[in-house]
Protein backbone atom coordinates (compact mmCIF):
# COMPACT_ATOMS: atom_id res chain seq x y z
CA UNK A 1 0.00 0.00 0.00
CA UNK A 2 1.41 3.13 -0.78
CA UNK A 3 1.21 6.49 1.10
CA UNK A 4 0.25 9.64 -1.70
CA UNK A 5 2.79 12.18 -1.44
CA UNK A 6 -0.08 14.45 -0.51
CA UNK A 7 -4.34 14.48 0.39
CA UNK A 8 -5.89 13.93 -3.08
CA UNK A 9 -9.38 14.78 -1.91
CA UNK A 10 -10.93 12.95 -4.16
CA UNK A 11 -13.67 11.49 -1.72
CA UNK A 12 -12.31 8.16 -1.06
CA UNK A 13 -10.51 8.98 1.96
CA UNK A 14 -10.72 12.24 4.26
CA UNK A 15 -9.16 15.30 3.20
CA UNK A 16 -6.62 16.34 5.99
CA UNK A 17 -8.06 19.44 7.60
CA UNK A 18 -4.39 20.62 7.79
CA UNK A 19 -3.30 20.25 4.20
CA UNK A 20 -6.73 21.75 2.81
CA UNK A 21 -5.95 25.04 5.16
CA UNK A 22 -2.86 24.83 3.89
CA UNK A 23 -3.48 24.34 0.20
CA UNK A 24 -6.05 27.34 0.67
CA UNK A 25 -3.40 29.65 2.21
CA UNK A 26 -0.39 28.76 -0.07
CA UNK A 27 -2.27 28.13 -3.52
CA UNK A 28 -3.47 25.58 -3.93
CA UNK A 29 -1.09 22.85 -2.78
CA UNK A 30 0.31 23.48 0.96
CA UNK A 31 3.20 23.87 1.99
CA UNK A 32 4.56 21.26 -0.60
CA UNK A 33 3.64 23.60 -3.31
CA UNK A 34 6.46 26.26 -2.03
CA UNK A 35 9.29 26.25 -3.94
CA UNK A 36 12.10 27.75 -1.48
CA UNK A 37 14.24 28.83 -3.96
CA UNK A 38 11.40 31.28 -6.11
CA UNK A 39 10.46 32.63 -2.27
CA UNK A 40 14.04 33.57 -1.50
CA UNK A 41 14.38 35.26 -5.02
CA UNK A 42 11.01 37.28 -4.05
CA UNK A 43 12.15 37.90 -0.52
CA UNK A 44 16.11 38.35 -0.68
CA UNK A 45 16.55 35.55 1.33
CA UNK A 46 19.81 33.08 1.05
CA UNK A 47 19.78 31.24 -2.59
CA UNK A 48 21.95 28.42 -1.76
CA UNK A 49 19.27 24.96 -2.10
CA UNK A 50 20.96 23.74 0.83
CA UNK A 51 20.52 26.66 3.19
CA UNK A 52 16.60 26.95 1.95
CA UNK A 53 15.95 23.59 1.97
CA UNK A 54 16.94 23.59 6.10
CA UNK A 55 15.51 26.65 6.91
CA UNK A 56 12.36 25.33 5.48
CA UNK A 57 12.43 22.40 7.21
CA UNK A 58 13.04 24.49 10.23
CA UNK A 59 9.76 26.57 9.45
CA UNK A 60 7.63 23.76 9.37
CA UNK A 61 9.13 22.29 12.34
CA UNK A 62 8.80 25.37 14.46
CA UNK A 63 5.23 25.28 13.90
CA UNK A 64 4.59 21.79 15.13
CA UNK A 65 6.21 23.12 18.30
CA UNK A 66 5.29 25.27 21.24
CA UNK A 67 5.59 29.03 20.95
CA UNK A 68 7.40 29.51 24.16
CA UNK A 69 7.40 32.61 26.48
CA UNK A 70 5.61 34.46 23.98
CA UNK A 71 3.90 34.29 20.37
CA UNK A 72 6.94 34.86 18.40
CA UNK A 73 9.57 32.76 17.86
CA UNK A 74 12.70 34.40 18.98
CA UNK A 75 14.71 31.13 18.62
CA UNK A 76 13.74 31.13 15.11
CA UNK A 77 14.76 34.51 14.93
CA UNK A 78 18.09 34.45 15.73
CA UNK A 79 18.96 31.81 14.12
CA UNK A 80 18.04 32.76 11.19
CA UNK A 81 19.67 36.29 11.57
CA UNK A 82 23.09 34.31 11.86
CA UNK A 83 22.41 32.21 8.57
CA UNK A 84 21.33 35.22 6.65
CA UNK A 85 24.89 37.07 7.73
CA UNK A 86 26.44 33.67 6.68
CA UNK A 87 25.22 33.83 3.52
CA UNK A 88 27.69 36.88 2.18
CA UNK A 89 31.26 36.42 3.11
CA UNK A 90 31.53 37.00 7.10
CA UNK A 91 35.07 36.09 7.78
CA UNK A 92 36.79 35.61 11.01
CA UNK A 93 38.28 38.53 12.15
CA UNK A 94 42.10 37.98 11.98
CA UNK A 95 44.43 38.57 14.84
CA UNK A 96 45.84 42.12 13.08
CA UNK A 97 42.65 43.41 12.42
CA UNK A 98 41.88 43.07 16.15
CA UNK A 99 45.07 44.99 16.52
CA UNK A 100 44.18 47.40 13.89
CA UNK A 101 40.90 48.35 15.70
CA UNK A 102 42.71 47.88 19.26
CA UNK A 103 45.00 50.62 18.34
CA UNK A 104 42.34 52.87 16.50
CA UNK A 105 40.41 53.47 19.36
CA UNK A 106 42.95 53.88 22.03
CA UNK A 107 44.20 56.72 19.56
CA UNK A 108 40.38 58.47 19.28
CA UNK A 109 40.15 58.07 23.15
CA UNK A 110 43.65 60.75 23.34
CA UNK A 111 42.53 62.98 21.03
CA UNK A 112 38.82 62.70 22.47
CA UNK A 113 40.81 64.08 26.07
CA UNK A 114 40.95 67.67 24.63
CA UNK A 115 37.29 68.29 23.45
CA UNK A 116 34.97 66.81 26.14
CA UNK A 117 34.88 66.89 29.66
CA UNK A 118 34.00 62.98 30.40
CA UNK A 119 37.32 60.97 30.94
CA UNK A 120 38.39 58.29 28.79
CA UNK A 121 35.86 54.91 29.22
CA UNK A 122 39.41 52.53 29.93
CA UNK A 123 37.65 50.08 27.61
CA UNK A 124 39.73 47.61 25.51
CA UNK A 125 38.14 47.89 22.01
CA UNK A 126 37.46 45.26 19.88
CA UNK A 127 37.03 43.64 16.02
CA UNK A 128 33.77 42.16 15.43
CA UNK A 129 32.39 39.55 12.40
CA UNK A 130 29.23 40.19 11.85
CA UNK A 131 27.98 37.06 13.33
CA UNK A 132 29.30 38.30 16.44
CA UNK A 133 27.45 41.66 16.35
CA UNK A 134 24.50 39.44 16.00
CA UNK A 135 25.37 37.91 19.05
CA UNK A 136 26.27 40.14 20.73
CA UNK A 137 23.10 43.04 19.97
CA UNK A 138 20.20 39.92 19.62
CA UNK A 139 18.91 41.21 23.17
CA UNK A 140 18.44 44.09 22.89
CA UNK A 141 16.28 44.12 19.39
CA UNK A 142 14.41 41.82 21.29
CA UNK A 143 14.05 43.75 24.18
CA UNK A 144 13.02 46.85 21.05
CA UNK A 145 11.01 45.09 19.02
CA UNK A 146 8.79 42.54 21.18
CA UNK A 147 5.96 44.50 21.23
CA UNK A 148 5.53 45.64 18.04
CA UNK A 149 6.83 41.76 17.04
CA UNK A 150 3.96 40.42 19.24
CA UNK A 151 1.20 42.41 17.82
CA UNK A 152 2.40 41.30 13.92
CA UNK A 153 2.33 37.64 15.32
CA UNK A 154 -0.84 37.62 17.06
CA UNK A 155 -2.53 39.39 14.10
CA UNK A 156 -1.02 37.01 11.79
CA UNK A 157 -2.31 33.74 13.71
CA UNK A 158 -5.96 35.79 14.34
CA UNK A 159 -5.47 35.90 10.07
CA UNK A 160 -5.01 32.91 9.49
CA UNK A 161 -7.53 31.23 12.02
CA UNK A 162 -10.33 33.44 10.95
CA UNK A 163 -9.88 32.03 7.25
CA UNK A 164 -11.18 28.58 8.77
CA UNK A 165 -14.35 27.69 8.53
CA UNK A 166 -16.17 26.86 11.74
CA UNK A 167 -16.70 22.70 11.45
CA UNK A 168 -12.53 22.46 10.43
CA UNK A 169 -11.70 24.69 13.87
CA UNK A 170 -13.63 21.79 15.65
CA UNK A 171 -11.81 19.15 13.42
CA UNK A 172 -8.55 21.12 14.39
CA UNK A 173 -8.84 21.08 18.14
CA UNK A 174 -5.73 21.35 20.00
CA UNK A 175 -4.04 21.39 16.72
CA UNK A 176 -5.40 25.26 16.67
CA UNK A 177 -1.79 25.76 18.85
CA UNK A 178 0.36 24.73 15.43
CA UNK A 179 -1.68 27.92 13.70
CA UNK A 180 -0.50 30.75 16.92
CA UNK A 181 3.27 29.13 16.08
CA UNK A 182 2.53 30.24 12.90
CA UNK A 183 2.64 33.52 13.05
CA UNK A 184 5.62 33.61 14.94
CA UNK A 185 7.60 31.64 12.82
CA UNK A 186 6.69 33.86 10.21
CA UNK A 187 7.38 37.26 11.59
CA UNK A 188 10.35 35.50 12.94
CA UNK A 189 11.80 34.64 10.03
CA UNK A 190 11.04 38.26 8.91
CA UNK A 191 12.83 39.73 11.98
CA UNK A 192 15.98 37.63 11.71
CA UNK A 193 16.83 38.44 7.81
CA UNK A 194 16.33 41.87 8.47
CA UNK A 195 18.58 42.12 11.72
CA UNK A 196 20.92 39.58 9.57
CA UNK A 197 21.15 42.04 7.05
CA UNK A 198 21.63 44.73 9.02
CA UNK A 199 24.99 42.88 10.38
CA UNK A 200 25.97 43.53 6.82
CA UNK A 201 25.83 47.29 7.10
CA UNK A 202 27.04 48.56 10.44
CA UNK A 203 30.34 49.57 11.03
CA UNK A 204 30.32 49.60 14.92
CA UNK A 205 28.78 48.77 18.24
CA UNK A 206 26.84 51.72 18.24
CA UNK A 207 26.18 52.53 14.95
CA UNK A 208 22.54 52.32 14.80
CA UNK A 209 22.70 55.17 17.48
CA UNK A 210 20.21 53.29 19.97
CA UNK A 211 23.18 51.55 22.09
CA UNK A 212 22.74 48.09 20.95
CA UNK A 213 25.16 46.66 23.95
CA UNK A 214 26.69 48.02 26.77
CA UNK A 215 30.09 48.90 28.31
CA UNK A 216 31.65 48.27 24.80
CA UNK A 217 33.90 49.69 22.12
CA UNK A 218 34.04 47.55 18.80
CA UNK A 219 34.14 48.35 14.85
CA UNK A 220 33.20 45.19 12.66
CA UNK A 221 36.54 45.70 9.47
CA UNK A 222 35.00 44.14 7.06
CA UNK A 223 31.89 46.66 7.08
CA UNK A 224 34.54 49.65 7.63
CA UNK A 225 36.34 48.48 4.57
CA UNK A 226 33.13 48.35 2.53
CA UNK A 227 31.70 51.80 3.97
CA UNK A 228 35.17 52.97 2.57
CA UNK A 229 35.31 51.32 -1.00
CA UNK A 230 34.37 54.72 -3.30
CA UNK A 231 35.30 57.29 -1.43
CA UNK A 232 39.04 57.58 -2.07
CA UNK A 233 40.45 57.69 1.18
CA UNK A 234 43.08 55.93 2.92
CA UNK A 235 41.93 52.79 4.89
CA UNK A 236 43.37 53.82 7.87
CA UNK A 237 41.84 57.46 8.21
CA UNK A 238 38.39 55.62 7.81
CA UNK A 239 39.01 53.39 10.59
CA UNK A 240 40.36 55.90 12.93
CA UNK A 241 37.39 58.43 12.03
CA UNK A 242 35.20 55.66 12.60
CA UNK A 243 36.95 55.00 15.88
CA UNK A 244 36.93 58.41 17.27
CA UNK A 245 32.91 57.87 16.76
CA UNK A 246 32.36 55.00 18.35
CA UNK A 247 35.03 55.90 21.47
CA UNK A 248 32.39 59.31 21.44
CA UNK A 249 29.63 57.36 21.89
CA UNK A 250 31.37 54.99 24.42
CA UNK A 251 32.22 58.38 26.70
CA UNK A 252 28.39 59.33 26.54
CA UNK A 253 26.64 56.50 27.64
CA UNK A 254 29.51 55.46 29.82
CA UNK A 255 29.22 58.70 31.97
CA UNK A 256 25.55 59.93 32.00
CA UNK A 257 23.82 56.72 32.73
CA UNK A 258 20.12 57.55 32.69
CA UNK A 259 20.90 58.25 28.48
CA UNK A 260 20.67 54.31 28.00
CA UNK A 261 17.43 53.40 29.40
CA UNK A 262 16.26 57.20 28.70
CA UNK A 263 16.50 55.88 24.56
CA UNK A 264 15.52 52.36 25.10
CA UNK A 265 12.60 53.32 26.90
CA UNK A 266 11.61 55.88 24.21
CA UNK A 267 11.76 53.15 21.73
CA UNK A 268 9.72 51.01 23.66
CA UNK A 269 6.80 53.58 24.49
CA UNK A 270 6.68 54.16 21.13
CA UNK A 271 6.85 50.11 19.84
CA UNK A 272 3.65 49.30 23.07
CA UNK A 273 1.50 51.74 20.94
CA UNK A 274 1.72 50.14 17.53
CA UNK A 275 -1.15 49.25 15.85
CA UNK A 276 -1.27 46.45 13.35
CA UNK A 277 -3.58 46.52 10.75
CA UNK A 278 -5.09 42.72 10.79
CA UNK A 279 -7.25 43.26 7.45
CA UNK A 280 -4.43 43.96 5.26
CA UNK A 281 -2.80 40.70 6.44
CA UNK A 282 -6.23 39.24 6.30
CA UNK A 283 -5.86 40.18 2.63
CA UNK A 284 -2.25 39.17 1.41
CA UNK A 285 -3.01 36.19 3.39
CA UNK A 286 -6.23 35.04 0.88
CA UNK A 287 -4.18 36.42 -2.08
CA UNK A 288 -0.59 36.17 -2.55
CA UNK A 289 0.81 32.74 -3.73
CA UNK A 290 4.09 31.97 -2.38
CA UNK A 291 4.54 30.00 -5.85
CA UNK A 292 4.25 33.29 -7.89
CA UNK A 293 7.71 35.24 -6.79
CA UNK A 294 6.35 38.59 -8.31
CA UNK A 295 3.14 38.70 -6.62
CA UNK A 296 5.26 37.66 -2.93
CA UNK A 297 7.71 40.36 -3.73
CA UNK A 298 5.25 43.31 -4.38
CA UNK A 299 3.28 42.15 -0.96
CA UNK A 300 6.69 42.42 0.78
CA UNK A 301 7.73 45.63 -0.53
CA UNK A 302 4.31 47.48 0.18
CA UNK A 303 4.33 46.88 3.88
CA UNK A 304 2.40 43.77 4.62
CA UNK A 305 3.91 43.85 8.32
CA UNK A 306 4.58 47.69 8.20
CA UNK A 307 2.41 48.66 11.87
CA UNK A 308 0.19 51.72 11.29
CA UNK A 309 0.73 54.95 13.09
CA UNK A 310 -1.61 57.00 15.07
CA UNK A 311 -1.17 60.65 15.60
CA UNK A 312 -0.35 59.88 19.40
CA UNK A 313 2.58 57.46 17.82
CA UNK A 314 4.02 60.83 15.52
CA UNK A 315 4.24 62.55 18.44
CA UNK A 316 5.83 59.89 20.61
CA UNK A 317 8.23 59.51 17.12
CA UNK A 318 9.15 62.85 17.23
CA UNK A 319 10.72 63.03 20.59
CA UNK A 320 12.52 60.08 20.36
CA UNK A 321 14.26 61.29 16.75
CA UNK A 322 15.32 64.58 18.60
CA UNK A 323 17.09 62.49 21.57
CA UNK A 324 18.60 60.39 18.47
CA UNK A 325 19.73 63.40 17.02
CA UNK A 326 21.33 65.16 20.23
CA UNK A 327 22.82 61.81 20.78
CA UNK A 328 24.00 62.17 17.17
CA UNK A 329 24.85 65.51 16.69
CA UNK A 330 27.15 65.75 19.83
CA UNK A 331 28.95 62.81 18.99
CA UNK A 332 29.34 64.26 15.33
CA UNK A 333 30.74 67.64 16.77
CA UNK A 334 32.99 65.97 19.09
CA UNK A 335 34.21 63.72 15.94
CA UNK A 336 34.95 66.71 13.71
CA UNK A 337 36.73 68.58 16.63
CA UNK A 338 39.00 65.36 17.70
CA UNK A 339 40.37 65.01 14.31
CA UNK A 340 39.74 68.51 12.45
CA UNK A 341 43.63 69.03 13.12
CA UNK A 342 44.72 65.73 13.13
CA UNK A 343 43.38 63.91 10.51
CA UNK A 344 42.99 65.75 6.58
CA UNK A 345 40.34 63.67 5.55
CA UNK A 346 38.40 64.78 8.17
CA UNK A 347 35.72 66.95 6.62
CA UNK A 348 35.41 64.85 3.65
CA UNK A 349 34.56 61.52 6.24
CA UNK A 350 32.04 63.67 8.36
CA UNK A 351 29.81 65.01 5.40
CA UNK A 352 30.00 60.86 3.76
CA UNK A 353 29.13 59.72 7.62
CA UNK A 354 26.39 62.62 7.93
CA UNK A 355 24.96 61.02 4.36
CA UNK A 356 24.97 57.81 5.34
CA UNK A 357 23.04 58.60 8.75
CA UNK A 358 20.62 60.75 6.76
CA UNK A 359 20.21 58.10 4.44
CA UNK A 360 20.14 54.84 5.79
CA UNK A 361 21.14 51.73 3.90
CA UNK A 362 19.01 48.82 1.96
CA UNK A 363 18.84 46.64 5.14
CA UNK A 364 17.94 49.58 7.56
CA UNK A 365 15.06 50.57 5.61
CA UNK A 366 14.11 46.63 5.24
CA UNK A 367 13.68 46.97 8.84
CA UNK A 368 11.96 50.21 9.48
CA UNK A 369 9.51 48.28 7.21
CA UNK A 370 8.93 45.04 9.33
CA UNK A 371 8.67 47.10 12.54
CA UNK A 372 7.38 50.36 11.50
CA UNK A 373 10.50 52.34 13.31
CA UNK A 374 13.33 53.85 11.46
CA UNK A 375 16.28 54.63 14.10
CA UNK A 376 17.58 57.72 12.01
CA UNK A 377 18.83 61.19 13.29
CA UNK A 378 16.90 63.12 10.81
CA UNK A 379 17.90 66.89 12.04
CA UNK A 380 21.36 65.65 13.00
CA UNK A 381 22.79 68.96 11.56
CA UNK A 382 20.88 71.09 13.55
CA UNK A 383 21.84 69.18 16.62
CA UNK A 384 25.31 69.62 15.37
CA UNK A 385 25.12 73.06 15.22
CA UNK A 386 22.89 73.66 18.39
CA UNK A 387 26.36 71.76 20.42
CA UNK A 388 28.46 73.53 18.28
CA UNK A 389 26.97 77.28 19.71
CA UNK A 390 27.03 75.85 23.27
CA UNK A 391 30.36 75.12 23.37
CA UNK A 392 31.16 78.79 22.07
CA UNK A 393 28.98 80.20 24.83
CA UNK A 394 29.63 77.79 27.77
CA UNK A 395 32.98 76.17 26.97
CA UNK A 396 33.72 72.49 26.80
CA UNK A 397 31.90 71.95 30.26
CA UNK A 398 29.12 74.09 29.65
CA UNK A 399 28.25 72.05 26.95
CA UNK A 400 28.15 68.99 28.63
CA UNK A 401 27.15 70.02 31.40
CA UNK A 402 23.66 69.86 29.81
CA UNK A 403 23.66 65.72 29.93
CA UNK A 404 23.15 65.92 33.61
CA UNK A 405 19.61 65.39 33.47
CA UNK A 406 17.22 64.39 30.64
CA UNK A 407 14.99 68.07 32.35
CA UNK A 408 18.10 69.90 30.77
CA UNK A 409 18.06 68.11 27.13
CA UNK A 410 17.19 70.86 24.25
CA UNK A 411 13.79 69.87 22.50
CA UNK A 412 12.98 69.52 19.10
CA UNK A 413 11.90 73.91 19.15
CA UNK A 414 15.43 74.29 20.24
CA UNK A 415 16.78 72.63 17.09
CA UNK A 416 14.56 74.91 15.07
CA UNK A 417 16.65 77.82 16.37
CA UNK A 418 19.81 76.39 17.97
CA UNK A 419 21.65 79.73 18.97
CA UNK A 420 18.28 80.91 20.92
CA UNK A 421 18.96 78.22 22.90
CA UNK A 422 20.97 80.06 25.59
CA UNK A 423 18.65 82.71 26.00
CA UNK A 424 15.00 80.65 26.04
CA UNK A 425 16.58 78.90 28.90
CA UNK A 426 17.89 82.00 30.75
CA UNK A 427 14.05 83.44 30.59
CA UNK A 428 12.21 80.24 31.90
CA UNK A 429 14.80 79.98 35.27
CA UNK A 430 14.36 83.37 36.02
CA UNK A 431 10.24 82.68 35.71
CA UNK A 432 11.23 79.90 37.33
CA UNK A 433 13.08 81.47 40.07
CA UNK A 434 10.05 83.97 40.82
CA UNK A 435 7.16 81.16 41.07
CA UNK A 436 9.59 79.86 43.79
CA UNK A 437 10.08 82.67 45.50
CA UNK A 438 6.55 83.24 45.65
CA UNK A 439 5.63 79.63 46.57
CA UNK A 440 8.12 79.85 49.60
CA UNK A 441 7.05 83.55 50.83
CA UNK A 442 3.00 81.67 50.65
CA UNK A 443 4.19 78.83 52.83
CA UNK A 444 6.27 81.10 55.15
CA UNK A 445 2.83 83.09 55.66
CA UNK A 446 4.14 86.07 53.91
CA UNK A 447 0.81 86.52 52.44
CA UNK A 448 -2.41 87.70 54.32
CA UNK A 449 -4.71 86.05 51.16
CA UNK A 450 -3.70 83.64 49.02
CA UNK A 451 -4.73 85.89 46.43
CA UNK A 452 -2.08 88.01 47.32
CA UNK A 453 0.26 85.17 45.94
CA UNK A 454 -1.29 85.31 42.54
CA UNK A 455 -0.80 88.72 42.40
CA UNK A 456 2.86 88.79 43.17
CA UNK A 457 3.34 86.35 40.94
CA UNK A 458 1.81 87.48 38.14
CA UNK A 459 3.51 90.97 38.32
CA UNK A 460 6.78 89.28 38.41
CA UNK A 461 5.90 87.45 35.77
CA UNK A 462 5.38 90.37 33.56
CA UNK A 463 7.68 92.24 34.95
CA UNK A 464 5.50 94.83 37.08
CA UNK A 465 6.30 97.38 39.13
CA UNK A 466 7.63 97.24 42.90
CA UNK A 467 4.66 99.87 43.77
CA UNK A 468 2.13 96.94 42.84
CA UNK A 469 2.97 94.57 45.29
CA UNK A 470 2.70 97.69 47.83
CA UNK A 471 -0.93 98.56 46.61
CA UNK A 472 -1.67 94.56 46.87
CA UNK A 473 -1.05 94.76 50.53
CA UNK A 474 -4.25 96.91 50.78
CA UNK A 475 -7.32 95.29 52.52
CA UNK A 476 -9.90 95.95 50.09
CA UNK A 477 -7.98 97.11 46.47
CA UNK A 478 -5.89 93.42 47.15
CA UNK A 479 -9.13 91.08 47.05
CA UNK A 480 -9.84 93.03 43.92
CA UNK A 481 -6.75 92.92 42.08
CA UNK A 482 -5.79 89.59 43.39
CA UNK A 483 -8.97 88.54 41.56
CA UNK A 484 -8.16 89.98 38.46
CA UNK A 485 -4.72 88.42 38.81
CA UNK A 486 -6.14 85.06 39.16
CA UNK A 487 -8.12 85.29 35.78
CA UNK A 488 -5.21 87.01 34.06
CA UNK A 489 -2.53 84.17 35.11
CA UNK A 490 -5.39 81.77 33.73
CA UNK A 491 -5.19 83.74 29.93
CA UNK A 492 -1.63 83.50 29.44
CA UNK A 493 -0.50 80.75 31.09
CA UNK A 494 1.15 81.56 34.09
CA UNK A 495 3.76 83.69 31.54
CA UNK A 496 3.86 82.26 28.30
CA UNK A 497 4.98 86.10 27.26
CA UNK A 498 8.11 86.34 28.91
CA UNK A 499 8.98 82.70 27.94
CA UNK A 500 8.88 83.25 24.48
CA UNK A 501 10.16 86.87 24.25
Known amino acids: ?70 PVNWQLAHEHARRTAAATSDPSVSAIQNRDVDEALRLAELWLDNVTDFPSTGLIGRGWSRAEWIEATMATWRRLTEPVANSVAT ?59 DLEMAL ?39 LR ?109 LVGLELRPRRLRDAAQLWASLKQERGVAGRDAIWKHPDLLPTAEDL ?9 RSAAEAQETEVDAALEKLLAGGFDHPAEAASEQEAGAEGSAPAESQDAEKPADGTSEGESGEHSGKDDDGGEPLAGA
Open 1 to 70: MTTPDKPQGNGEEPQDPLAELFAKLMGGEGLEGVDPAEIAKAAGLPSDPAVLQQMFQQVQSMMMSSAGDG
Open 155 to 213: ALSTAISEQLPEEMKGMLGGATSMLQNMGGAIFGMQLGAAIGALSGEVVSASDIGVPLV
Open 220 to 258: LPANVAKFGEGLGLPEGDVRLYLAVREAAHARLFMHVPW
Open 261 to 369: AHLLGAVEDYARGIHIDISRIEEVAREVDPRNPESLQEALQGGVFTPERTPRQEAALAKLETALALVEGWVDELTAAATENVLPSSPALREAVRRRRATGGPAEHAFAS
Open 416 to 424: DDPNGFSSR
